[in-house]
């Protein structure tokens, strides 16, 4: 719901810009507020950067900062941006202009033009609802390209009548219409979802480093303003499949539409199924990449066997593949290939409490939970499950009554050390003490009460005569029978 514009947008200027904005009607020029601060008040929502524009130049813009004393950092200077840090508030000043764009949508414009007017500069915006203007003296809201309209009627559209004008020049502004019909809560403008439909190869020319950012934003679109939706995250992911961006940026997860399940544990195809796995699971980047990868091996196992058994374990190496791709830092990458080849631990939730404590306490009480939130976000988005997940929830009330118990999950927690073995059983810095330790970890997780410098010990001694201290006793979490119906 709209509330009223220029009074509600004036309470939302920070005094550092009112400031500011006097400083430029000094030098003669009108310095407006755009972009998400208008929209952003305008329906209601929090508001967090805060975008400025005006016909100003911008070395005179840095010029005047630097004589006031601000700080100014020109981040993109050769496009009229110029970045001020006024006291504790940060503006991005970027001056009227005009983009040209080369063949294939690469995001950057070729050359600029400074103009002298937003009813210039606002065309050469992405979306109708990202170019409106307030006047920050005069308090005068300007909206050239009908964004007030398309707000009342929760409607994403390009600001120019001819959508290829606009998505044609930068590619990711595909994701981006996405991405704001997501956190929004919006639909997108027929015309400009065919026209992106079209021209969807051109985020082939976009870097990894922007895709990656892009799709984590839609990720977690729910969450931007508001709780944890399902149908929001779902609705966002189909749009990115019915405009053809999965296939596009990752075709590895797109092989799996037109792959049917068994009828008794899946409603949906393996990509749907992917799709609504993502949605289902906690509003955290890691798990959401992992339930949205965690059957990615599938399509390639059945090519292979006309089954779905191995697809864990196949599936691990190309995650890891798409997330190195997309530049993810090492820890996600690893993370997320974690959660995808152990997803199908205990898949018929028959394994003792001791085999998965043993699990636990060697993956670490982090990555346990993680998994069990993968676990239900998967039979969630089979489609076919409602309500909690029996084996996901045996799994993190296990986790909590071990951390009750202050079982050791990290070796660190022990209480003995490398140093303390190699002491006792006068042993030099060898493999076989951190095997020693590894088996005492699991020995632990079984029996919590024997984490006592003396006892684990007396338990070490038995391990030393050990032909092989191989630690591999706890299961490993792969596939298990029953997992092609799965």
């Known amino acids: 719901m709209i509330i009223s514009a220029e009074e509600a947008i004036k309470k939302r200027i920070p005094g550092e810009l009112i400031a500011l904005a006097q400083l430029f009607d000094k030098r003669g020029f009108c310095l ?29 813009v840095a010029a005047l900062a630097q004589e006031k004393g601000f ?9 009229g941006m110029v970045e001020l840090h006024i006291g504790k508030e940060k503006f991005e000043h970027t001056t009227f202009r005009t ?57 994403i559209r390009t600001t120019s009548p001819d959508p290829a004008a606009v998505l044609a020049d930068d590619g990711l502004r595909i994701m981006r219409l996405v991405r704001f019909c997501a956190e929004l809560g919006f639909e997108i403008e027929p015309r400009s979802f065919e026209t ?57 997860l797109y092989l799996g539409r037109g792959i049917t399940q068994k009828a008794q544990y899946h409603r949906y195809d393996v990509l749907d199924h992917s799709l609504h796995s993502c949605a ?24 292979k066997t006309g089954l779905m058994r191995g697809h864990d374990a196949a599936g691990e190496p190309i995650a890891r593949a798409i997330l190195k791709r997309l530049k993810y830092d090492n820890r996600t990458a690893d993370e997320v290939s974690f959660l995808v080849r152990h997803h199908m631990l205990d898949l018929n939730n028959t394994a ?41 929830e045996r799994w993190k009330k296990l986790i909590n009554r071990m ?43 079984v029996r919590p009460r024997d984490n006592r410098r003396e006892r684990l010990l007396e338990i070490a001694r038995d391990y030393i005569g050990t032909a092989l201290f191989d630690g591999s006793r706890a299961d490993g979490g792969g596939s298990k029978d029953g997992e092609d119906g799965k």
């Open 280 to 303: 289902e699971a906690p509003a955290e980047l890691t798990l959401r990449l992992a339930a949205l990868l965690h059957d990615v091996g599938k399509p390639e196992v059945n090519l």
């Open 196 to 252: 992106a439909k079209s021209l969807v190869k051109n985020l082939l020319d976009i870097s990894p480093e922007r895709l990656r950012d892009e799709l984590d934003k839609i990720l977690l679109s729910d969450v931007k303003y508001g709780k944890r939706n399902a149908e929001r995250v779902y609705g966002a992911l189909a749009l990115l499949r019915d405009i053809g961006a999965i296939e596009t940026i990752l075709p590895e």
């Open 71 to 79: 700080t100014v950092v020109k981040k993109g200077i050769e496009f």
């Open 403 to 445: 951390h009750e118990e202050k079982v050791p999950f990290k070796e660190s927690e022990l209480d003995c050390t490398g140093g303390d073995i190699m002491e006792r059983f006068a042993l030099p810095p060898c493999p076989a003490v951190g095997k020693i330790k590894k088996m005492l970890m699991e020995h632990c997780a």
């Open 99 to 155: 983009d040209k764009y080369s063949e294939g949508g690469s995001h950057r414009p070729s050359s600029v033009e400074f103009s002298s007017s937003p009813h210039e500069d606002a065309f050469r915006r992405d979306f109708s609802v990202n170019a409106l203007y307030y006047a920050i003296k005069s308090g005068e809201l300007i909206d050239p390209t009908g964004g007030i309209p398309d707000l009342e009627k929760g409607l």
């Open 352 to 392: 003792k409490d001791a085999t998965l404590r043993r699990n636990f306490a060697r993956w670490g009480e982090e990555r346990s939970m993680a998994l069990a939130e993968v676990r239900a976000a998967d039979f969630i988005g089979s489609g076919i499950i409602e309500g909690p997940v029996a084996s996901a």
């Open 32 to 60: 407006y507020a755009v972009g998400g601060l208008v929209r952003n008040t305008l329906l209601g929502l929090p508001v967090s950067d805060i975008d400025i524009c005006s016909a100003m130049r911008p070395n005179d």
